[in-house]
């Protein structure tokens, strides 16, 4: 047999060989997700809150501070919310969580143009199952 015929049927061989090799296993995930409602409703009277789920199915609320207080948008309750939100993703991620995908909503006050409105956010982790 000539080498380059011999070369060819090598190639084709390790090719072939490589050709049926077996698919990854796909990941399967464990998803969790929480949820923020910030409320826009000033001084205080509305419900701004971290909603999660226990591992036992149960409701579990954590309070957050309005947007707004009576004299118009507060930024330091803002940066409160955020410091209590970061926590709250670094606690899921030690416990083997990964921020997969996050997504936002705002509810704008209605036509009659009262101050009532939420801005929410839906956080959507997920951890490798097994």
Not at 7 to 16: D, Q, R, S
Not at 69 to 93: A, R
Not at 96 to 115: I, R
Request: no cysteine.
């Amino acid at each position: 047999m000539k080498t380059s015929h011999l070369t060819l049927l090598t190639i084709i061989i390790i090719a072939g060989l490589f050709a049926f090799k077996p698919a990854p296993e796909a990941t399967v995930y464990e998803y969790k997700q929480f949820s923020t409602v910030e409320s826009i409703i000033p001084g205080g009277l509305g419900r701004s809150r971290i909603i999660t789920t226990d591992t036992n199915g149960s409701l579990v609320e954590k309070d957050l501070k309005n947007f707004y207080s009576m004299t118009g948008i507060n930024f330091s309750n803002i940066t409160n919310n955020d410091v209590i939100i970061v926590e709250k993703v670094n606690e899921l991620t030690k416990e083997g969580w990964e921020l997969y995908a996050v997504t936002t909503g705002v509810q704008s006050p209605n036509e009659k143009g009262t101050s009532g409105g939420i801005f929410i956010t839906r956080f959507l982790l997920r951890k490798p199952v097994g």
